[in-house]
């Protein structure tokens, strides 16, 4: 079970450097496919730093849980674990109230799902 919960935290971690990428370097490509619908096309020009900030702090979130695995205290390792795993589901809530009910099932529920592995067996 511990094994699942850093699978669980990899895969938050992953998701959330690939957000980084697609809002810092490939918001006009890739961002469009993936908001399609949601922005108009000229929008995705003028909202370009406005989203790499935001890809800035999807990658900080990133980082926090990469920490994780280097963490040799396993009570430490699980505290960064919880902080950042809970600042992903709290964006990820907001988001889905916020933005689109979408989020919460690609944001916050693998953040929550982690974060309870985390809690349980970490």
């Known amino acids: 079970m511990k094994m699942i919960a850093e699978i669980l935290i990899a895969l ?32 995705f020009t003028a909202t370009k730093t406005l989203a790499a900030n935001q890809g800035l702090y999807n990658g900080f979130l990133a980082a926090g849980l990469v920490w994780t695995f280097f963490i040799a205290d396993p009570v430490w390792k699980q505290h960064v674990a919880v902080y950042f795993l809970g600042c992903v589901a709290v964006a990820g809530i907001y988001g889905a109230f916020t933005a689109s009910k979408k989020i919460f099932f690609v944001q916050a529920l693998p953040a929550l799902l982690a974060l309870a592995f985390t809690l349980l067996f970490l």
């Open 12 to 43: 938050v971690a992953l998701e959330h450097l690939y957000i980084m990428w697609m809002e810092m370097f490939a918001w006009e490509t890739a961002g469009k496919k993936t908001f399609k619908g949601a922005l108009k096309d000229d929008m």
